[in-house]
């Protein structure tokens, strides 16, 4: 270990090498650093600050290290001793040292990151500076924002620190949502698998940002539902970052982009640290995108083309090397389908609807029976696949299928064995919470409140008084204030878990009222 190894490793990286100077200023500071640290401080991949370390001579404490004090002379003319390019909200950070605190906390309680979505958690000061950097550049005062996916808990910055913005996540993890909600800080939240689709009430935002998978076809997806989530004048911010190694990743990411016909108003270099993803550096820039009259047919188009395998890691990634579970080769002997959803042989002759087409809209006709082939990367649509139909018999047959959540069982008789579930349509039932309760779930595609609103001034007919409009609608929104403007198919599991009860609530009230 000398001087001559990091002198090289400066030579090769040429104008690059302010990275590693950066890391070699910090060894030789007289502060105890660990690798992490040094990757997420200088945005510098893994790999890149292992072969300087192998060029060091270290003195270590447990998991820490530095150059000691009595070497570093050695190295003084080596060193990056102006600063980095300037953060452009740093200077607001000390303003907002209790929201840091608060968002620091948050971000430690949150559920814990999956690797198969490509979690990798956002440092706190991180979520709190694009909060920060939303507010010195566009007016947030009744701007409604959009997050495409939210692990990293952004919209929980924005609200402590623009309350006055309306805020609206969309996410597959029933956990983030359910966290989210609980935080009772006024976030809408909102189910999405987007290969599947955007729900309808997350239309019509002014802002959308966005943290996608780190690959061509996950960015490209994200992006595009952002775009398909904004008014003709909106903006979209992406997190996205690649290793200083890989410029070719970043150059098909950066191209499927342009795909989108996307103006770039700007880039914030290595704006984004994470805890994790030293492969890139434990960094992302931070994109600002402007959609043109050119982006809604592209969108269009990118997304008629949709594939399942979008992540970095497991089973659904891009380079997955497990192989495909078998779909379906038709349906089974004893169940006589009128219509095939998702992915069959395409020598059966039933009329059949994508997967996505039977979630965006009802259905034309009225099947008896239908079949659902569901692949596993899609597993977790099972709930609003059942709820998008009144047929009296769903089939759903796939691998690894998850239990379907308590509150179906108020509109089905439900039965699981290896690789299939079958759903037989229960009568209607007995009483006035049960039936109000089951007409909501029957409209899977209407906005919940307006079935739930007429539900209630029937049953208040019935009874022989009259409920106003504006009376249900009170009623439904003491009950369950999250429920405007939202479908079944949209709302996350753990508020159509909390239905039961609020329409009780709502039934009990009317028969004190009237």
């Keep these: 270990m000398d001087r001559d190894g990091v002198e090289r490793l400066l030579g090769e990286a040429g104008t690059d090498s302010r990275r590693l100077r950066h890391a070699l200023t910090l060894l030789c500071d007289g502060q105890w650093?660990?690798?992490?640290?040094?990757?997420?401080?200088?945005?510098t991949s893994r790999r890149t600050i292992e072969a300087l370390l192998r060029e060091l001579p270290l003195e270590?404490?447990?998991?820490?290290?530095?150059?000691?004090?009595?070497?570093?002379?050695?190295?003084?003319?080596?060193?990056a001793l102006a600063p980095p390019p300037e953060d452009p909200v740093a200077h607001l950070l000390p303003h907002y040292r209790q929201a840091l605190d608060r968002l620091t906390t948050l971000i430690a309680e949150a559920p814990r990151p999956r690797h198969v979505l490509d979690h990798v958690s956002a440092t706190p000061e991180t979520v709190l500076r694009r909060a920060l950097l939303l507010g010195t550049r566009f007016w947030l005062p009744?701007?409604?924002?959009?997050?495409?996916?939210?692990?990293?808990?952004?919209?929980?910055?924005?609200?402590?620190?623009?309350?006055?913005?309306?805020?609206?996540?969309?996410?597959?993890?029933?956990?983030i949502l359910a966290y989210i909600d609980a935080q009772r800080l006024g976030v809408r939240t909102r189910w999405a698998?987007?290969?599947?689709?955007?729900?309808?009430?997350?239309?019509?935002?002014?802002?959308?940002?966005?943290?996608?998978?780190y690959t061509p076809e996950g960015t490209g997806l994200f992006v595009a539902r952002a775009v398909e989530g904004l008014r003709e004048d909106g903006r979209v911010l992406l997190a996205y970052g690649a290793s200083e190694r890989t410029p070719m990743l970043a150059f098909k990411v950066q191209q499927a982009l342009s795909d989108l016909n996307l103006t770039y108003e700007a880039i914030y270099p290595d704006f984004n640290r994470y805890f994790g993803a030293e492969a890139i550096g434990s960094a992302a820039d931070l994109y600002i995108l402007?959609?043109?009259?050119?982006?809604?047919?592209?969108?269009?188009?990118?997304?008629?083309?949709?594939?399942?395998?979008?992540?970095?890691?497991?089973?659904?990634?891009?380079?997955?090397?497990?192989?495909?579970p078998p779909q379906p080769t038709g349906p089974p002997a004893d169940f006589a389908p009128d219509l095939l959803v998702g992915d069959w042989p395409k020598d059966l002759t039933q009329p059949r609807v994508k997967l996505s087409t039977w979630l965006a809209k009802p259905y034309a006709a009225s099947p008896e029976n239908v079949a659902v082939a569901l692949p596993p990367a899609l597993a977790a649509a099972l709930?609003?696949?059942?709820?998008?139909?009144?047929?009296?018999?769903?089939?759903?047959?796939?691998?690894?299928?998850?239990?379907?959540?308590?509150?179906?069982?108020?509109?089905?008789?439900?039965?699981?064995?290896?690789?299939?579930?079958?759903?037989?349509?229960?009568?209607?039932?007995?009483?006035?919470?049960?039936?109000?309760?089951?007409?909501?779930?029957?409209?899977?595609?209407?906005?919940?409140?307006?079935?739930?609103?007429?539900?209630?001034?029937?049953?208040?007919?019935?009874?022989?008084?009259?409920?106003?409009?504006?009376?249900?609608?009170?009623l439904i929104r003491e009950a369950a204030p999250w429920s405007d403007d939202l479908t079944p198919l949209e709302a996350p599991l753990h508020l159509l878990s909390a239905l039961p009860q609020a329409v009780s609530t709502t039934v009990s009230a009317l028969t004190t009222t009237t």
């Design 33 to 43: 650093w660990t690798l992490a640290s040094v990757i997420r401080e200088t945005a």
């Design 142 to 175: 009744g701007a409604r924002l959009l997050c495409v996916g939210d692990h990293d808990l952004t919209s929980l910055a924005v609200k402590l620190i623009h309350p006055e913005t309306d805020v609206t996540v969309v996410d597959i993890d029933e956990r």
């Design 290 to 324: 402007r959609p043109t009259t050119k982006s809604r047919p592209a969108v269009a188009s990118r997304l008629s083309r949709q594939t399942t395998a979008i992540y970095t890691q497991g089973p659904q990634s891009v380079e997955t090397t497990e192989p495909t």
């Design 383 to 474: 709930p609003r696949l059942l709820l998008a139909t009144r047929a009296t018999r769903v089939r759903i047959l796939g691998p690894d299928l998850p239990p379907p959540p308590d509150v179906l069982s108020t509109v089905y008789d439900l039965t699981t064995t290896d690789g299939t579930l079958d759903a037989v349509r229960l009568p209607q039932p007995e009483g006035e919470a049960a039936s109000v309760l089951r007409r909501i779930l029957d409209n899977g595609h209407a906005k919940l409140a307006n079935t739930w609103r007429e539900a209630l001034i029937a049953i208040a007919r019935a009874q022989g008084s009259t409920l106003t409009k504006n009376e249900a609608r009170i």
């Design 60 to 79: 270590r404490a447990g998991d820490t290290f530095r150059v000691p004090l009595t070497d570093t002379a050695a190295y003084q003319d080596l060193l």
């Design 193 to 213: 698998d987007l290969r599947l689709g955007l729900p309808p009430s997350a239309k019509g935002h002014d802002l959308a940002l966005t943290d996608p998978p």
